[in-house]
């Protein structure tokens, strides 16, 4: 195993450790807003790092629990005592399967299914349509005013090639500004007096 | 002069990830455990990019991303959230705060260093 793989088992077991005992607490206190908090802020951080480092099941199982504490966190769920025990199982789960990411293990293969299932009817109906979010595209978006010499076509450039290499680039809206021709009678063809943004 | 990256995040283990990764690309990098400790060490070392997660204890990244903004000489500093999160209302809030963009967890390598290079200030 390499180090990288190391630093994130051991990353997550700690991780786990520091949720056995909030969820133990908030077995105690359920409307602890601040113990949910961390509960979903430490399942968000499992499920970050195991999608990066490949562990794919991992990540798949804990988004659902995650989920769970997402929408307690929101008011739409309450903590249940059901809850808390399924939490804890997954827990003991997830465990196991960050040494077998792949469910070899008949058992971790077995559980993770129905575990999956108990956190999913928790959460109803609603949520059985997992989302896929580990999959996006970023989007970056640039506003571009371009406003060329007068003169440009003295040297033979054509202004509407260069919007088209921007085409190429990404999705682009032009929007031509003609508010530099003030009178159409005095218009001179060989100024460039129109504009894009 | 190699490019400083500020990487930004909760968790340990991708904190070390993308730093090897920006490192082997040739850049120089600082870490952050959250927002808070981010903008101590922002005012501390020359910064050319800050690569943040959104959810973390303390100064979140939207949080965060605000702080930098509202002082000028960070006005066009780029601010690149990266996350796991891909909800369009948190995407708005992001850029609406003034980030530069949004790349969602796991992320490919080559395409966190391109659209690194595609921000940062030459």
């Keep these: 195993m390499s180090d990288m793989n190391s630093i994130y088992e051991e990353e997550v077991l700690e991780l786990l450790e520091k949720l056995e005992s909030s969820l133990l607490l908030l077995e105690i206190t359920p409307n602890d807003d601040g113990l949910v908090e961390d509960i979903f802020r430490s399942m968000h951080t499992i499920k970050g790092s195991s999608g990066m480092f490949g562990y794919d099941n991992v990540a798949a199982f804990v988004h659902n629990l995650e989920s769970i504490y997402d929408q307690i966190r929101e008011g739409k769920l309450e903590t249940t005592k059901q809850l808390i025990d399924v939490t804890l199982t997954s827990l003991d789960h997830i465990k196991r399967i960050v040494k077998d990411p792949d469910l070899k293990d008949e058992d971790n293969d077995r559980n993770q299914k129905k575990l999956t299932g108990q956190i999913l009817s928790i959460m109803g109906e609603e949520a059985l349509q997992v989302k896929d979010d580990f999959v996006e595209e970023e989007i970056i978006s640039y506003y571009i005013s371009f406003i060329p010499n007068e003169d440009i076509f003295d040297n033979g450039t054509n202004p509407l090639f260069i919007l088209d290499e921007l085409f190429e680039l990404g999705d682009c809206k032009i929007f031509p500004q003609f508010k530099k021709i003030e009178n159409i009678e005095d218009f001179d063809p060989t100024k460039c007096l129109s504009f894009c943004e | ?122």
Excluded at chain 2, 22 to 28: N, P, R, V, W
Excluded at chain 2, 61 to 87: A, F, N, Q
């Design chain 2, 1 to 122: 002069m190699k490019k400083n990256i500020l990487i930004v995040d909760d968790s340990e283990s991708i904190r070390e990830l993308v730093g090897i990764t920006l490192i082997d690309a040739g850049f120089d990098v600082i870490k952050a455990v959250n927002g808070k400790d981010a903008f101590k060490k922002l005012q501390k070392a020359e910064v050319d990019l800050v690569l943040t997660d959104l959810n973390m204890p303390e100064v979140d990244g939207i949080m965060l991303v605000k702080k930098i903004r509202k002082y000028d000489k960070y006005k066009y500093l780029p601010v690149l959230i990266l996350t796991t999160e891909s909800e369009t209302k948190k995407r708005v809030e992001a850029k609406e705060s003034g980030a530069t963009g949004w790349i969602v967890k796991p992320f490919d390598k080559e395409r966190l260093l391109n659209i690194i290079k595609k921000v940062i200030r030459k």
